[in-house]
C-alpha cells in the first residue's frame, strides 16, 4: 500500500537525530573563565605552587571553582572574569612573570559522560570566542644564510670524493655566495664538472683570486628555499600550536614572508609568543680539550673553535665543526635519570643517527656540548620596519662520550623538570627552519566575541520566527510538520559541526545558518505545492503525496546541489570567514534535504498514510 514508512526508515531518523541532540548538548555548558600558569626557561610549577596559589586567591577574596596541577601547569577555574582578572594579578603578584606564564583562557565546562564519548561544544572562531591574533615575519636572509653555510660542508666531502684538490672552501653570506680556492686551472675545471654535475641550479663565476671560483644560487633555486622555509614554518608553527593544547587554531600564509596565527579562546598572548615565537634548536658539539680556554676568555681564540656559555656564565671551548643540528630530532620526551634528575630523551631520524655514529665513532673519552640556540628581536630595526633578530646561544650541558651514539641518547644537567619538559615540546614540534618574529598582535576580548554571539543567535531566532509563522499561517497543520523539520534541521547543524574536527563556526558561519533557514523550508515549499496540484488534477490523497514527494525530490536535489558545489568552491579557494560560511552552508543543505525529505514524509506517511482521506490539512 501506498505511503508506508518500513521499519528500518524510522530507526535511521531517530538514531541520526539522538545522535545529533547527544554531540549538540555540550553547547548548552558555558565556558569558564580560567587561568593556565606554567613555568618557562628557569622556573618550576609543583604541587606546592598549586596549593600557594590556592590560598592566595581565597585568602584575597576570589574563591575559585577549582584549582588543579595538569601536565605541569595549574588551571585554575572561576566564577565569573571580574574573579578570573583579579586572580590573574594575585598569581603575578605571587609568581612574578620572570620565570612563570600566567595566561588567561576559557575552559568548557563539558559533563563527564558526554566528554568520555568524545562530545565537545562547537569549535567558534576568533570573532566570536576572543582571541589572539599574530601577524608573524619569515626571515628569508636566515634561510638563505643557512644555505650558503650548508653548502660548504657538502663542497667538501664532493670534492674530497671526486679527488679535486683545494685549498679553502668559505662561505660569505653577505654576498650569498661560497669561495673556492684551488691549487690550478685544471682544479678549477675539475670543481666546475663535479659541482654542477650533483646541483644544476648552481651558478659559477671566476674569483678575483687566481685559481678561484665563486658559487652562487640561481634565482630558481633561491625561490624555492624561500617557499619551502614558509611552508616548513608553517607545519611547525601548527604542530607547536598543537602541543600548546589550543583548539581549532588557524594558521595560514600571508604573501611571500608572512605567516597569520589565530588561536581562539587565549586571552593572554605571552605563553603563545614564547612558544611561537622560539626558534629553538640544539647544536652538538666537541669540547675543545687541546684548547687554552684562558687565552680563548683574553681574546685569542684558537683556530677552529668558538666561545661558548653556560646559564652559570662558565666558559667552554668548543669546535666550530657541528657534530649535528636539530633538523634531525624526530622525537623528544622529559623524564628523569637515575639520580631522579630532569632529563630529555631524544630520537632522531636515520641520516641523523648515522650522523651521530660517524662524529662519536672517534670521540669515545671526550666531552660533547649541547648547545641550546634561539633567536630574539633586538633594538635595532631593518629596512621594513621588523626588529633585527639577535642569536642567543647557551651549553645545556657538557658529557663525557662513553659509547659511540645513536638515534637514541640522552640530555641531562637541565634545571628543572618544567624546562626539560618545556625543551622537549620546542624540539618535539620542531625547529623553525628560518628564525620567525611577531611584527603584529591583536587580542579580541570574549565580551567582543559574545556580542557577535548574541547578535548572531537573535539574527537566526527572529529568522526562524518569521518562518515558523509563515509556513504555519500558509500550510496550516503541514506547516507545523515543516517547522519541526526546520528544528531538526538546526539540531543537526549544531550536532555534525561539533562533531567534525575541523569544523569551526564564525560570524560568517552564523549568516550561513540564517541563510540555511530559509533553504529548509523552501524544499517543503516545493513539495506542498506539488501535492496540492497533484490533487488538483484529481488524484486521490494517498497518490498526490506519493507523486508529491517523488516529483519534488528532482527539483529540490538540482538547486540543492548547485548551491553545494558552489559551498565547495568557496571552501576550496576561500580563507578565514569564506571557508567559515562555506562550512556552515554546505552542512545546512545536506542536513536540511535529510529533515525537509526524508522526516517530513516519515511524519506525514505516519499520519495520513496507509489510509483513507478525504482531505489535507493544507
Given at each position: 500500500?501506498?505511503?508506508?514508512?518500513?521499519?528500518?526508515?524510522?530507526?535511521?531518523?531517530?538514531?541520526?537525530?539522538?545522535?545529533?541532540?547527544?554531540?549538540?548538548?555540550?553547547?548548552?555548558?558555558?565556558?569558564?573563565?580560567?587561568?593556565?600558569?606554567?613555568?618557562?626557561?628557569?622556573?618550576?610549577?609543583?604541587?606546592?605552587?598549586?596549593?600557594?596559589?590556592?590560598?592566595?586567591?581565597?585568602?584575597?577574596?576570589?574563591?575559585?571553582?577549582?584549582?588543579?596541577?595538569?601536565?605541569?601547569?595549574?588551571?585554575?577555574?572561576?566564577?565569573?572574569?571580574?574573579?578570573?582578572?583579579?586572580?590573574?594579578?594575585?598569581?603575578?603578584?605571587?609568581?612574578?612573570?620572570?620565570?612563570?606564564?600566567?595566561?588567561?583562557?576559557?575552559?568548557?565546562?563539558?559533563?563527564?559522560?558526554?566528554?568520555?564519548?568524545?562530545?565537545?561544544?562547537?569549535?567558534?572562531?576568533?570573532?566570536?570566542?576572543?582571541?589572539?591574533?599574530?601577524?608573524?615575519?619569515?626571515?628569508?636572509?636566515?634561510?638563505?644564510?643557512?644555505?650558503?653555510?650548508?653548502?660548504?660542508?657538502?663542497?667538501?666531502?664532493?670534492?674530497?670524493?671526486?679527488?679535486?684538490?683545494?685549498?679553502?672552501?668559505?662561505?660569505?653570506?653577505?654576498?650569498?655566495?661560497?669561495?673556492?680556492?684551488?691549487?690550478?686551472?685544471?682544479?678549477?675545471?675539475?670543481?666546475?664538472?663535479?659541482?654542477?654535475?650533483?646541483?644544476?641550479?648552481?651558478?659559477?663565476?671566476?674569483?678575483?683570486?687566481?685559481?678561484?671560483?665563486?658559487?652562487?644560487?640561481?634565482?630558481?633555486?633561491?625561490?624555492?628555499?624561500?617557499?619551502?622555509?614558509?611552508?616548513?614554518?608553517?607545519?611547525?608553527?601548527?604542530?607547536?600550536?598543537?602541543?600548546?593544547?589550543?583548539?581549532?587554531?588557524?594558521?595560514?600564509?600571508?604573501?611571500?614572508?608572512?605567516?597569520?596565527?589565530?588561536?581562539?579562546?587565549?586571552?593572554?598572548?605571552?605563553?603563545?609568543?614564547?612558544?611561537?615565537?622560539?626558534?629553538?634548536?640544539?647544536?652538538?658539539?666537541?669540547?675543545?680539550?687541546?684548547?687554552?680556554?684562558?687565552?680563548?676568555?683574553?681574546?685569542?681564540?684558537?683556530?677552529?673553535?668558538?666561545?661558548?656559555?653556560?646559564?652559570?656564565?662558565?666558559?667552554?671551548?668548543?669546535?666550530?665543526?657541528?657534530?649535528?643540528?636539530?633538523?634531525?630530532i624526530t622525537n623528544a620526551s622529559s623524564s628523569y635519570d637515575e639520580m631522579g634528575q630532569p632529563q630529555v630523551n631524544i630520537s632522531l631520524d636515520a641520516q641523523g643517527g648515522n650522523l651521530l655514529s660517524t662524529s662519536t665513532r672517534d670521540s669515545?673519552?671526550?666531552?660533547?656540548?649541547?648547545?641550546?640556540?634561539?633567536?630574539?628581536?633586538?633594538?635595532?630595526?631593518?629596512?621594513?620596519?621588523?626588529?633585527?633578530?639577535?642569536?642567543?646561544?647557551?651549553?645545556?650541558?657538557?658529557?663525557?662520550?662513553?659509547?659511540r651514539l645513536g638515534r637514541s641518547f640522552r640530555i641531562t644537567g637541565i634545571g628543572n623538570p618544567a624546562e626539560a619538559q618545556n625543551l622537549a615540546l620546542l624540539l618535539r614540534a620542531g625547529a623553525l627552519i628560518a628564525p620567525t618574529q611577531i611584527?603584529?598582535?591583536?587580542?579580541?576580548?570574549?565580551?567582543?566575541?559574545?556580542?557577535?554571539?548574541?547578535?548572531?543567535?537573535?539574527?537566526?531566532?527572529?529568522?526562524?520566527?518569521?518562518?515558523?509563522?509563515?509556513?504555519?499561517?500558509?500550510?496550516?497543520?503541514?506547516?507545523?510538520?515543516?517547522?519541526?523539520?526546520?528544528?531538526?534541521?538546526?539540531?543537526?547543524?549544531?550536532?555534525?559541526?561539533?562533531?567534525?574536527?575541523?569544523?569551526?563556526?564564525?560570524?560568517?558561519?552564523?549568516?550561513?545558518?540564517?541563510?540555511?533557514?530559509?533553504?529548509?523550508?523552501?524544499?517543503?515549499?516545493?513539495?506542498?505545492?506539488?501535492?496540492?496540484?497533484?490533487?488538483?488534477?484529481?488524484?486521490?490523497?494517498?497518490?498526490?503525496?506519493?507523486?508529491?514527494?517523488?516529483?519534488?525530490?528532482?527539483?529540490?536535489?538540482?538547486?540543492?546541489?548547485?548551491?553545494?558545489?558552489?559551498?565547495?568552491?568557496?571552501?576550496?579557494?576561500?580563507?578565514?570567514?569564506?571557508?567559515?560560511?562555506?562550512?556552515?552552508?554546505?552542512?545546512?543543505?545536506?542536513?536540511?534535504?535529510?529533515?525537509?525529505?526524508?522526516?517530513?514524509?516519515?511524519?506525514?506517511?505516519?499520519?495520513?498514510?496507509?489510509?483513507?482521506?478525504?482531505?489535507?490539512?493544507?
Open positions: 500500500m501506498l505511503n508506508q514508512n518500513p521499519l528500518w526508515r524510522y530507526l535511521v531518523v531517530i538514531g541520526v537525530l539522538l545522535l545529533a541532540l547527544v554531540y549538540a548538548m555540550p553547547n548548552l555548558y558555558p565556558e569558564d573563565p580560567a587561568l593556565n600558569i606554567n613555568a618557562t626557561r628557569g622556573g618550576v610549577v609543583l604541587e606546592s605552587t598549586r596549593q600557594q596559589l590556592e590560598q592566595s586567591f581565597i585568602s584575597e577574596g576570589v574563591t575559585p571553582k577549582s584549582v588543579t596541577l595538569e601536565n605541569g601547569q595549574v588551571l585554575a577555574r572561576f566564577q565569573s572574569a571580574e574573579d578570573q582578572l583579579r586572580a590573574r594579578q594575585i598569581a603575578i603578584n605571587l609568581l612574578g612573570t620572570v620565570n612563570y606564564v600566567t595566561a588567561l583562557n576559557l575552559v568548557p565546562t563539558t559533563p563527564g559522560w558526554l566528554a568520555g564519548i568524545g562530545a565537545t561544544p562547537m569549535k567558534l572562531g576568533l570573532d566570536l570566542r576572543g582571541g589572539v591574533h599574530f601577524l608573524m615575519a619569515v626571515d628569508m636572509k636566515a634561510a638563505i644564510d643557512k644555505n650558503i653555510n650548508d653548502m660548504v660542508g657538502a663542497f667538501r666531502a664532493d670534492l674530497r670524493e671526486a679527488k679535486v684538490r683545494y685549498r679553502s672552501v668559505s662561505a660569505d653570506v653577505e654576498r650569498g655566495m661560497v669561495q673556492l680556492q684551488l691549487r690550478s686551472a685544471e682544479d678549477v675545471q675539475a670543481a666546475r664538472s663535479a659541482l654542477g654535475k650533483l646541483d644544476r641550479e648552481l651558478v659559477f663565476t671566476d674569483g678575483p683570486a687566481e685559481f678561484s671560483l665563486q658559487v652562487t644560487l640561481s634565482e630558481i633555486r633561491l625561490r624555492e628555499i624561500r617557499e619551502y622555509a614558509l611552508e616548513q614554518n608553517i607545519t611547525i608553527i601548527r604542530n607547536r600550536v598543537n602541543e600548546i593544547g589550543v583548539a581549532e587554531p588557524l594558521v595560514q600564509r600571508q604573501g611571500a614572508d608572512r605567516i597569520i596565527v589565530q588561536l581562539p579562546g587565549v586571552q593572554d598572548p605571552a605563553q603563545a609568543k614564547e612558544i611561537l615565537g622560539a626558534t629553538a634548536t640544539l647544536e652538538f658539539r666537541l669540547v675543545d680539550e687541546q684548547g687554552d680556554l684562558g687565552a680563548a676568555l683574553n681574546g685569542r681564540l684558537p683556530p677552529g673553535s668558538g666561545l661558548y656559555y653556560d646559564r652559570s656564565g662558565q666558559p667552554f671551548l668548543l669546535e666550530n665543526r657541528v657534530m649535528l643540528t636539530g633538523e634531525h669515545i673519552g671526550r666531552r660533547m656540548a649541547t648547545v641550546f640556540i634561539e633567536y630574539k628581536p633586538g633594538e635595532q630595526l631593518q629596512a621594513d620596519g621588523t626588529p633585527v633578530l639577535i642569536k642567543q646561544e647557551e651549553v645545556i650541558n657538557a658529557a663525557t662520550i662513553q659509547a611584527i603584529e598582535e591583536r587580542t579580541i576580548g570574549p565580551s567582543l566575541g559574545q556580542e557577535n554571539i548574541d547578535l548572531g543567535m537573535t539574527a537566526i531566532m527572529w529568522g526562524m520566527v518569521v518562518v515558523l509563522i509563515f509556513m504555519v499561517i500558509y500550510y496550516r497543520v503541514f506547516g507545523l510538520i515543516a517547522n519541526l523539520a526546520l528544528v531538526a534541521n538546526l539540531v543537526l547543524i549544531i550536532g555534525f559541526m561539533s562533531m567534525i574536527p575541523g569544523a569551526t563556526l564564525t560570524l560568517p558561519g552564523m549568516a550561513g545558518i540564517v541563510l540555511t533557514v530559509g533553504m529548509a523550508v523552501d524544499a517543503n515549499v516545493l513539495i506542498f505545492e506539488r501535492i496540492r496540484e497533484e490533487i488538483a488534477e484529481g488524484r486521490s490523497i494517498q497518490q498526490a503525496i506519493h507523486q508529491g514527494y517523488d516529483r519534488a525530490f528532482a527539483t529540490i536535489a538540482d538547486s540543492n546541489i548547485t548551491t553545494l558545489l558552489v559551498a565547495l568552491i568557496l571552501f576550496g579557494i576561500g580563507t578565514g570567514p569564506v571557508k567559515g560560511f562555506a562550512i556552515t552552508l554546505a552542512i545546512g543543505i545536506l542536513t536540511s534535504i535529510f529533515t525537509s525529505v526524508v522526516g517530513t514524509r516519515l511524519l506525514v506517511n505516519s499520519i495520513w498514510g496507509g489510509r483513507r482521506v478525504q482531505s489535507l490539512p493544507m
